[in-house]
């Protein structure tokens, strides 16, 4: 593609600038698309500009916190704004928080939720006129976790099965109109994982930690072969496989012993 052709599609990315997400942005922008990317961190949002090429703009920043009220209005306000199409949603932003559900604050908790499984539904859903017209497609980051209950993530895993039951149960729905990809990492080398107070666990060092331009290509590439659920490696899918038929009992058990929470600290 020639740069100063306008771009083919428009591509919304959420979580644009963390590790998968910027992945996604590179390769989106790669494969010749328009995208616009969604975070709250200003100098990643800046840092992504070095992906974009020459003029017309195909990298369209939005600094946006997604956990704002109204936030998902504010993404199809600025798609009016801008006449932009969007042909493929990319509901990618995520958090996770390692701890027992009674040591953290309840709204920390229903944040999760909210950014994890809320704001892809709240944003399919204002922006499916949009995807319909397109005939697009939807691509919603859940996890290996939503093949199994976790202690310490009990929020995180319920927040992403419950991604991942909606994305199938969509797609069904709107066969025919839009294509909708439920894709499921399993541990990624990005900042998720500190974040998410699981960095003393040092799992980004074994061998089956993926690194994010993995993921992100095999994410791209679930969706331009249209699949209902995807994974970045064959480990990933048998561990899911695995996993999730095993008794959830004893696989919770089993992985209350391998996460542990660090205490919180102690009080004044
Ligand atoms: N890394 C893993 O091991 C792993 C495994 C399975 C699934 N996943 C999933 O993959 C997705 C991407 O994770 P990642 O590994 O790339 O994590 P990451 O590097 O920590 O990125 C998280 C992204 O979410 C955005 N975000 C967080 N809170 C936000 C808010 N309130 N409003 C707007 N954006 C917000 C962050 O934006 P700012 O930084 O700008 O705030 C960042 O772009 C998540 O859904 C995660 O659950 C990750």
Redesign the pocket.
């Known amino acids: 593609m020639n740069p100063t052709d306008p771009p083919r599609q428009t591509a919304v990315i ?9 992945e996604l942005v590179r390769q989106c922008l790669l494969d010749g698309m328009r995208v616009v990317a ?4 200003t100098d ?2 800046g840092d992504l500009s070095r992906f974009s090429s020459a003029p017309p703009p195909s990298l369209i920043p939005l600094n ?5 009220p109204n ?1 998902a209005r504010s993404v199809l306000d600025f798609l009016d704004a801008h006449d932009f199409p969007a042909d493929l949603l990319i ?6 928080l390692l701890s027992r559900f009674h040591e953290s604050g309840l709204s920390t908790q229903t ?1 999760i939720l909210r ?2 499984t809320q704001m892809p539904m709240e944003l399919t859903h204002l922006l499916l006129p949009r995807l319909r017209s397109a005939r697009g497609a939807v691509l919603n ?5 939503a093949a199994f209950p976790a202690p310490g993530l009990a929020v ?1 895993s319920a927040s ?1 099965i419950a991604l991942l039951h909606w994305s199938v149960a969509l797609r069904r729905e709107l066969k025919g109109n839009v294509a909708v990809t439920a894709f ?10 500190p ?2 107070r699981m960095g003393h666990l040092g ?2 060092r074994f061998f089956f ?1 993926s690194n ?1 331009d993995l ?1 992100a290509r095999r994410a791209l590439r679930a969706v331009r072969r249209n699949a209902a659920i995807a994974y970045a490696t064959p480990l990933d899918r048998l561990g899911a496989l695995l996993l999730g038929f095993a008794p959830h009992r004893l696989v919770a058990a089993a992985v209350a012993i391998a996460l542990k929470p660090q205490r919180p600290p102690a009080g004044p």
């Open positions: 959420t979580g644009a600038t963390g590790g998968i997400g910027r969604i975070g709250r961190n990643a949002l946006l916190d997604l956990l704002e936030a509901n990618c932003a995520g958090v996770g944040d950014l994890n980051i859940t996890s290996l976790l995180l992403k499921s990492p399993g541990i990624t080398r990005t900042p998720f994982l974040t998410a799992l980004d930690a994010p993921v």
